[in-house]
């Protein structure tokens, strides 16, 4: 599976949009983006997923560069709940296959 | 909406005692994990488990972890003879609801904090 990069630490105003990018420039053409976050040491919780589009759900937004070597995570109002680490994850879909997760983005979000 | 149950959520033992931690995957998925975190670290697989085998595992579970779905509904993680390195926070996960397809989708529970004296 491809590394990711992604920023230590990042913060946000309370309301605002938080972006979170991840770099993945090793990426092959079968492997998925997917963000996984964790609050205060509960379990990892999925977020969304995508290959090339870009997708949206209740939670988020994802873009994914043409090129698809990076993403961002988008938060579009990001509330004080959604402080957590935040983990940028590339796979190739294997039903049943494990997620590795790297040491991803501490943000805060501050009022 | 449905969630993976983790009891207890605390355990602390004696060094060299044998601890079982349990969960109760999401009914209807088909795969099940087993994943831990040490105080300050990242999240770290141990092992998948399916069709009443393990399908994976890492160098980090070795002859002393052993998994077991034990019926229709549990599934557990032993260590035989807990050491001091054992204590972290251990996490299961389920994912794949039978017949469909979800991507990928894991469901972690809230974890259990072992402590090892």
């Known amino acids: 599976d491809a590394k990711t990069t992604q920023p230590p630490s990042m913060d946000c105003a309370e309301g605002r949009a938080a972006n979170l990018p991840c770099n993945h420039s090793?990426?092959?053409?079968?492997?998925?983006v997917y963000w996984y976050r964790q609050i205060h040491s509960q379990g990892p919780q999925y977020i969304i997923h995508?290959?090339?589009n870009n997708e949206t759900n209740e939670m988020a937004s994802l873009i994914i560069t043409e090129d698809r070597k990076s993403s961002t995570l988008i938060l579009p109002h990001a509330t004080l709940r959604d402080t957590a680490v935040y983990y940028c994850?590339?796979?190739?879909?294997?039903?049943?296959?494990?997620?590795?997760f790297g040491q991803g983005t501490e943000l805060s979000v501050k009022p | 909406e449905p969630e993976v149950t983790q009891t207890p959520s605390h355990q602390v033992t004696q060094m060299g005692q044998e601890v079982i931690l349990r969960c109760v995957p999401i009914?209807?998925?088909?795969?099940f994990y087993w994943y831990r975190q040490i105080l300050g670290q990242k999240v770290e697989f141990l092992v998948s488990?399916?069709?009443?085998?393990?399908?994976?595992k890492s160098e980090i579970f070795d002859d002393q972890f052993s998994v077991e779905r034990p019926d229709g509904s549990n599934f557990t993680l032993k260590i035989r003879s807990t050491k001091l390195e054992d204590s972290a926070m251990y996490f299961c996960?389920?994912?794949?609801?039978?017949?469909?397809?979800?991507?990928?989708?894991?469901?972690f529970g809230s974890g259990t904090q072992l402590s090892v004296l």
């Open positions: 090793t990426i092959s053409g079968n492997e998925y």
């Open positions: 488990f399916y069709n009443n085998e393990i399908s994976e």
């Open positions: 996960a389920s994912s794949e609801e039978a017949g469909k397809t979800t991507n990928e989708k894991l469901f």
């Open positions: 009914s209807n998925h088909l795969y």
């Open positions: 995508g290959l090339k």
């Open positions: 994850i590339v796979r190739v879909y294997n039903q049943g296959g494990k997620l590795i």
